[in-house]
């Protein structure tokens, strides 16, 4: 731990060792970068905000705002005490000083009282090559929301310095289970903020919890508890904080996924003598059933298009990921070939790759492969790995493995290139999943005359 | 059904009733579970009164007939394999004895995996253990209406450990009585 703080930006080592321990009271998620990297990062500056005296709150914003890019793997932030001058607005910017160090991008904000109580974020982004302000938004919220203003900000930064949108303000979805393999065995469904901060439980139980899918609006999420001593699929509105018991039959009820357009939900059931592929009209509740083989046919995931559903299915002696039609159910095609175990895919948001578990020599891998051209390479050297889950943006992807026997949740770039850790401080983290696009808690708007 | 009934009463000879030695992958040298203990301190309620195979443990597990040795109801598979050995086949027609002599008995044959693999997948996996024992007891005399499944795939293991010997414990299928 150490030797790795030693390694890691200022900023970074002292949120690693201050924030995540009071920012919450029960288990966490902690944050250990474990390799940042590109060669080439884009090199920004953040300069210090300028606090306005009325706003009282003094959060760490600028930290989390930082800690985001510096997670993302593709920024070197340019430490304060380095910087040449402080400016808070534009008129204030010599684009020299920036020059002088290297800089690509200045960021530079104040933080004034709002409009309705609580504090907004001046952001301003420029480019120091072009010297050119980019963009200048005010990103207000309450009081309490000043890390959803710096998430939403870190959103702003990448984008204008990446051409890629931001997925700082989006959520994990994850289990975390405690004393397994004893009496005392508990499952939590928890969702936290994407850097693993403010976790909030959905569900708790004696009983398993597993398979957690997001609606596409982010407002709903599907599960699989063993609540009544059975598997059975729920639904959970996040805003009500109400659950429904969808489907309940004899067997196996699971693998809840989302159609992209929310209106169904592929699901697997064994209520007619072995794992088939299902799905249910969530406005009519009717069942079509998508595969009819004597195999195990299960986890079920759409393409983003809605027009297909991959799915993992043991009908030609070992596991491997088909794809069928998902108007017809008609059987489309087998989509991996490489190795003798490929399974839960997930399609990257293009819908021209996808993302599975695969299995190399006994040990399980997270594997990226191509829809379009022949390309498949083999994203992480951990073992026991699976659950992958993409972000939203398609630059990063979250998946549960075992570091020393204990379960956590790991992030990797699409390219391999970037990783790092979130193991829980307490019990087994497992099955993230990461949200879709959320509809933003905190109001946004530009700046006219900056 | 003859050379299974058969292979049964072999099995018991040459076994001499060593409950454990019946199934199919025991991990070696396993100590008895602390139930198993419990269990086998509790005297059987004579046995000479009550039918052949109808003598129960005070938590309704069935003896083998004519002993204090309670009938294993665990049973353990290979990797990736939901298929049943010979022992383990002898064992499961007696629980089949036991319930076509006993029809308010029920069972609930809870299916198992190791951890290697997906969770949905091996839920299924899970399942197809308990269903071919279902299978098994249903050909052997049980009712539908006495045999119920639920797969838990590798969500409880019974070994928390991340090794073969933690593996070969967790890849089961545990006969629940009711």
Known sequence: ?450 | MKTQWFRTVMCLGLASLILAGCNSTPPAALPPSSDDNIERETPPPAPAAQPEYGTFDSSGNPYIPGTNQLLARTFYFGYDQANLSQNDLAILEMHARVLAENPARRILIQGHCDERGTREYNLALGERRSDTVRRFLLSAGATGAQVETVSYGEERPEDPGHNEASWSRNRRAIVAYR
């Open chain 1, 1 to 450: 731990m150490r030797s790795l703080l030693g390694r890691l930006p200022a900023p970074i080592a002292v949120l690693l060792l201050l924030a995540a321990p009071v920012l919450h009271a029960a288990e966490t998620l902690d944050t250990v970068i474990i390799d940042a990297g590109y060669d080439k990062q884009t090199r920004v500056a953040i300069v210090p905000f300028r606090v306005d005296p009325q706003v009282r709150a003094q959060a760490p914003m600028q930290a989390i705002l930082e800690f985001d890019l510096q997670r993302s793997g593709q920024f070197e932030v340019l430490e304060a005490s380095s910087m040449l001058s402080l400016p808070s607005k534009p008129s204030e910017v010599l684009y020299r000083d920036w020059k002088i160090l290297g800089q690509e991008f200045v960021v530079v904000g104040n933080i004034v009282p709002g409009n309705s109580g609580g504090q907004a974020l001046n952001l301003y982004v420029f480019d120091v090559l072009a010297e050119r302000l980019l963009t200048a938004q005010t990103i207000e919220g309450s009081s309490g929301q000043w890390r959803d203003i710096a998430h939403k900000a870190a959103d702003i930064v990448f984008e204008q310095a990446t051409g890629i949108p931001g997925a700082f303000s989006t959520r994990l979805m994850y289990v975390l289970a405690k004393n397994l393999g004893s009496s005392g065995v508990t499952s939590k469904l928890e969702i936290s903020d994407s850097d693993g901060e403010r976790v909030r439980t959905v569900h708790e139980s004696s009983e398993p919890i597993l398979s957690a899918s997001w609606s596409p609006n982010g407002r709903e999420v599907a599960y699989v508890s063993f609540d009544t001593g059975r598997s059975a699929i729920y639904i959970h509105d996040l805003i009500t904080n109400s659950r429904e018991k969808i489907a309940e039959f004899p067997g196996i009820n699971s693998a809840p996924r989302y159609s992209p357009d929310g209106s169904k939900l592929a699901m697997v059931l064994s209520k007619d003598g072995n794992p088939e592929i299902y799905v249910m009209d969530l406005k009519t509740r009717a069942l079509s059933r998508m595969t009819q083989n004597r195999a195990i046919d299960t986890e079920p995931t759409w393409s983003p298009n809605g027009q297909k559903i991959a799915f993992t299915s043991d009908r030609g002696g070992k596991p491997q990921i088909y794809q069928l039609d998902a108007r017809t159910g008609i059987f489309d095609s087998r989509l991996t070939n490489e190795g003798d175990y490929n399974a839960r895919a997930q399609h990257m948001p293009d819908g021209k790759h996808m993302i599975y578990v695969h299995r190399k020599r006994g040990v399980f891998h997270i594997a990226w492969q191509s829809l379009v051209k022949n390309d498949f390479r083999i994203l992480t050297q951990t073992s026991l790995d699976e659950s992958p889950s993409v972000a939203p943006n398609g630059a990063m992807l979250i998946y549960a493995t075992q570091i020393d026997g204990q379960g956590i949740l790991a992030v990797v770039s699409v390219d391999g290139r970037v990783k790092y850790r979130l193991p829980s401080s307490e019990g087994d983290v497992r099955e993230p999943a990461w949200s879709p696009y959320l509809s933003s808690v905190v109001s946004t708007s530009v700046i006219s005359n900056p």
